[in-house]
């Protein structure tokens, strides 16, 4: 089956939008194991059989961990094979376990201030991502950091001009020589817990530390910025806890529910279009960017799972901040 096709029984199961037929509406409904609690997402990559990875194309269902069908209700059970209105063939699924995901909030204070290194904000634990100039400031003379709103802005529930601290307030910091940014602007997350409608979880704040560095450690400067995202591209990063690692992106439709702390509990947002890589994070590395092999951002780390991680492909990102990555050149 064709990208094109598996992507929209993708749209058609997980995202119809408001102005799909009542019909195709009523079919989606239908599929009540959407919601299996077992599932963690959804997505297109590459099918494996018995640890073999093919050259066939698959739709994807990610979930914690495999189960044997006696131990599945009939409800959550993932079906064999299904035909979704508009999509010519039926569609069969990949099951692919992948572990518990969660946002990976987690450092030592560290001069000059550099990416890579333990941020937050109140009680949020992240990483420096990298330092951006707006893209309507023509001077480009305001520097500010990036990372995501759920380390630097309260999951978008901060005030603008809230302050941002290196070390975390929950790792020894919070005093007034700690702060070293301040609020600026933030995305805002949608909190439907039926709809895949959020693009970017990020958040940026106006530096106000005067001694800091773009270099990221072990890895050098940024040379730029990656829009074309492939399957099988190897990325690398450098977080606050797991330092410089390495994966490959191995899905770029990964469509998800994420639990995020608010002000009235914790509530899920969906998110679509993210990258599914092998596993490069652990807990503390959210807002770490992803960089190719030739230094160019690619993405914001937003969450891992037991056996991957996910990142915010960059583009999103600047296109809705209206940010430009600070790289080697500027």
């Known amino acids: 089956m064709s990208e094109a096709h598996l992507r929209g029984a993708l749209d058609a199961l997980t995202d119809p939008g408001d102005t799909i037929e009542a019909a195709a509406q009523d079919f989606r ?51 064999e094979e299904l035909q979704v209105p508009g999509v010519p063939g039926a569609i069969t699924f990949d099951v692919e376990a992948v572990g518990v995901q969660r946002l990976e909030l987690h450092g030592q204070k560290h001069r000059p201030l550099s990416p890579g290194f333990s941020i937050g904000a109140a009680r949020d634990v ?27 802005a ?15 307030v929950e790792e020894d910091g919070g005093r007034r020589q700690d702060k070293v940014a301040t609020l600026f602007r933030s995305c805002k997350l949608s909190f439907d817990a039926t709809r895949h409608t959020n693009l970017i979880d990020a958040a940026i704040a106006l530096i106000t530390e005067k001694d800091f560095d773009p270099v990221i450690p072990h890895v050098g400067r940024i040379a730029g910025v990656n829009f074309k995202l492939t399957r099988g591209m190897r990325i690398k990063k450098f977080g606050r806890t797991t330092g410089l690692t390495h994966g490959e992106i191995r899905d770029l439709d990964y469509r998800t529910f994420l ?14 279009n993210l990258a599914f890589c092998t596993k490069y994070s652990q807990p503390g590395d959210s807002g770490s960017v992803i960089l190719d092999a030739k230094n160019n951002v690619v993405g914001l780390h937003i969450c891992g799972q037991s056996s991957g991680s996910s990142f915010i492909p960059i583009k999103a990102v600047c296109d809705e901040l209206g940010v430009r990555i600070l790289s080697a050149g500027r």
């Open 126 to 152: 992240g990483t420096l991502g990298c330092f951006v100039t707006l893209s309507s400031d023509a001077s480009k003379k305001r520097r500010f950091l990036l990372s995501n709103a759920h380390v630097i």
């Open 154 to 168: 309260g999951s978008g529930f901060a005030k603008k001009g809230s302050s941002v601290f290196q070390p975390a």
């Open 259 to 272: 639990n995020y702390p608010t002000p009235r509990g914790f509530r899920k947002a969906g998110f679509k």
């Open 29 to 79: 409904a239908a599929q009540k194991w959407l919601a299996g609690r077992n599932i963690v997402g959804f997505g297109i990559a590459n099918r494996i059989t018995s640890g073999v990875m093919a050259r066939e194309l698959a739709f994807k269902v990610y979930v914690r961990r495999k189960l044997p069908k006696s131990a599945v209700s009939r409800k959550d059970m993932v079906p």
